[in-house]
């Protein structure tokens, strides 16, 4: 008998990560399933309780669930505390176990998989929502010259900054307020998934930046077209960090760490 894994998430249904999931299995031997589970509206927590009665080992949580997710856990993990926002469950001892792998994802894809040195950088993060909370903390514990948190709604980057009040060199932002240039240059609104992006100063852009848009796409986003004809050394789409996070969730629910390059590979890096 195989173990149950889930992903919870509206809309769900070109979601990558079941044949993320299939490939690390296959990959390292074990015998999990893995399945897409898009809940009714206002439905998680009984989809959630259900699959637990069906013996459900774990679960991933993606939009719009991550902050239901948080408030549901029994435990919590840092990441996850410091995110307020869950994207990968643990069901362990009668208990949800809740951690946040996003950040961990970014930053191994950043650091291993594209040679991109953190401590001391210039890092421009764009957007205040769940994926910008849940990549914050990882990225400051890699210690950047310069972190500056930008907002199209300006409160939402100042909340966020607030949160990690008193970290050297983090500031926010609207995006009328972003000054200087920056190393490393992260899109995570979700602009590019109306087929926008964030109205920023092409001054951010230098000839050694990289371009970095969370979301992951068969074709260029907006934000990685505009970043290139700005004069970006290299744009890339968020194939890396989607694979990476999952990665990290299937070590803490088998114990056993996947090789995620070539699954990276396989899908064919944008960018
Ligand atoms: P949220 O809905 O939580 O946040 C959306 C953010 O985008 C807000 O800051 C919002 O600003 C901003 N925004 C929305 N539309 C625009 C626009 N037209 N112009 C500028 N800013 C805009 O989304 P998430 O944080 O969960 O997701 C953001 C992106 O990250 C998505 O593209 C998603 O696919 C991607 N993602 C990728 C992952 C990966 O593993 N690769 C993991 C998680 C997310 P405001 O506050 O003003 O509304």
Request: aromatic share 8%; with cysteine.
């Amino acid at each position: 008998m195989s173990d149950r894994y889930a992903l919870f998430g509206h809309p769900i249904g070109h979601s990558l990560s079941p044949r993320i999931h299939a490939a690390f299995a296959e990959q390292t031997g074990q015998r999990i399933s893995y399945q897409a589970i898009d809940p009714e509206p206002d439905g998680f927590s009984a989809a959630v309780r259900e699959f637990r009665v069906g013996g459900g080992a774990g679960f991933n949580v993606t939009v719009p669930y991550k902050i239901e997710a948080w408030r549901m856990a029994d435990e919590l993990g840092s990441a996850a505390q410091r995110a307020q926002a869950v994207n990968t469950v643990v069901c362990r001892d009668g208990l949800l176990h809740g951690y946040n792998t996003d950040g961990i994802g970014l930053v191994r894809d950043l650091e291993q998989n594209l040679g991109v040195e953190l401590c001391g950088a210039r890092i421009l993060l764009l957007g205040a929502g769940g994926s910008a909370a849940g990549v914050l903390g990882p990225l400051l514990d890699r210690r950047p010259s310069r972190l500056l948190v930008a907002n199209r709604t300006p409160s939402g980057a100042a909340a966020l900054r607030d949160r990690f009040k008193g970290v050297a060199g983090l500031t926010s932002a609207g995006f009328d307020g972003i000054d200087g240039e920056f190393d490393l240059i992260l899109n995570a609104t979700s602009a590019s998934l109306v087929d926008a992006r964030p109205s920023i100063p092409r001054q951010t852009v230098t000839r050694r930046t990289l371009a970095y848009d969370l979301m992951y796409s068969t074709r260029a986003t907006p934000f990685m077209v505009w970043a290139k004809a700005a004069g970006a050394a290299r744009c890339v789409d968020g194939i890396g960090m989607l694979v990476e996070q999952a990665a990290e969730a299937f070590f803490l629910w088998r114990g056993v760490r996947p090789s995620s390059r070539p699954v990276i590979d396989s899908f064919g890096r944008r960018g």
